[in-house]
C-alpha cells in the first residue's frame, strides 16, 4: 500500500514559467489537502479538495494559482508565472472522509530562479 | 483567525536528557489537536487528541492536552540523536478539515 505519492521530488523553473505539482493519495482515500511551508516556517493551508471539487480554497493565492482533483488520475496544483517568493516545499495529505490528515507525502520543493 | 503556537522556537539537549514541547492554540471550533515530527522530508503523525487529560503514549512519546487552558505538551524522555528533527503541533476544526500549524519547535539532541 503506496503512501502519499508526490512529484517531482524538485522542480526548478524561471520566473514566468509554470509549475504543475502532482499528488497522488493513499489507495482508498479520496481527500487531498496542500500545504506549503517556505523556509524556516510552518505548513500553512492552501486547498482542499474531493474527487472534482474543491471543498476549501481559503488558502490559495487569488491569482496565478489553482488546483484540481480529477475523477481519474492525480491531484494538481498549478502555479502560473512563477515568482522567486513560490520558492518553497508543497506537500500533499490525503485521508478518508473527513479524518485526520495523518498521512503526507514527501513534498515537491520548487526553486524559482 | 485559528492561531497556534509553540515554544520554544529551538531547544538544543544532551542524549538522555527529557524534554517537554509546548503548543497553546486558539481555534474557534476545536475538534482535534495533532502532533508531527519532521526531519527533512514529509511530517510524520505522532498522535491526535481530542479529550483532555487522557495521555497519549508511543515509547519514549508521550502527550497530553488541556482543552480549559488551551494548551497540548509533547514529552520525549531519555532523548537520542535520532529525535533531532522540528515538531509540529496542529489543530483541526469541527467545521472542516484543514489544519493550522505552529510555527515548530526544532529540537537537536547532541551525543
Known amino acids: 500500500n503506496a503512501g502519499v505519492m508526490q512529484n517531482p521530488r524538485h522542480l526548478v523553473r524561471r520566473r514566468g514559467q509554470e509549475a504543475r505539482l502532482r499528488c497522488s493519495p493513499m489507495?482508498?482515500?479520496?481527500?487531498v489537502y496542500w500545504y506549503r511551508q517556505l523556509p524556516e516556517e510552518g505548513l500553512k493551508f492552501m486547498v482542499y479538495?474531493?474527487?472534482?471539487?474543491?471543498?476549501?480554497e481559503s488558502g490559495m493565492p487569488k491569482e496565478r494559482f489553482s488546483a484540481e482533483f480529477p475523477k481519474e488520475g492525480p491531484s494538481i496544483l498549478r502555479i502560473q508565472q512563477v515568482v522567486r517568493g513560490d520558492s518553497a516545499a508543497y506537500f500533499c495529505?490525503?485521508?478518508?472522509?473527513?479524518?485526520?490528515?495523518?498521512?503526507f507525502g514527501q513534498g515537491t520543493r520548487l526553486t524559482v530562479v | 483567525e485559528d492561531k497556534v503556537v509553540q515554544s520554544p522556537l529551538s531547544l538544543v539537549v544532551h542524549e538522555g536528557d527529557t524534554v517537554t514541547l509546548n503548543c497553546s492554540y486558539e481555534?474557534?471550533?476545536?475538534?482535534?489537536l495533532l502532533w508531527y515530527k519532521q526531519e527533512k522530508k514529509a511530517p510524520t503523525f505522532l498522535f491526535m487528541l481530542?479529550?483532555?487529560?487522557i495521555e497519549k503514549k508511543s515509547g519514549r512519546l508521550s502527550s497530553i492536552l488541556d482543552k480549559k487552558e488551551l494548551f497540548s505538551i509533547l514529552n520525549i524522555t531519555a532523548t537520542q540523536t535520532g529525535d533531532s528533527a522540528i515538531y509540529l503541533c496542529?489543530?483541526?476544526?469541527?467545521?472542516?478539515?484543514?489544519?493550522?500549524f505552529g510555527e515548530g519547535t526544532q529540537l537537536t539532541v547532541n551525543p
Open positions: 495529505a490525503s485521508s478518508m472522509d473527513t479524518a485526520p490528515q495523518a498521512f
Open positions: 489507495k482508498g482515500h479520496s481527500h
Open positions: 479538495l474531493q474527487k472534482e471539487n474543491i471543498i476549501d
Open positions: 481555534v474557534t471550533n476545536f475538534r482535534s
Open positions: 481530542t479529550s483532555s487529560g
Open positions: 496542529a489543530v483541526q476544526e469541527t467545521s472542516g478539515s484543514r489544519l493550522t
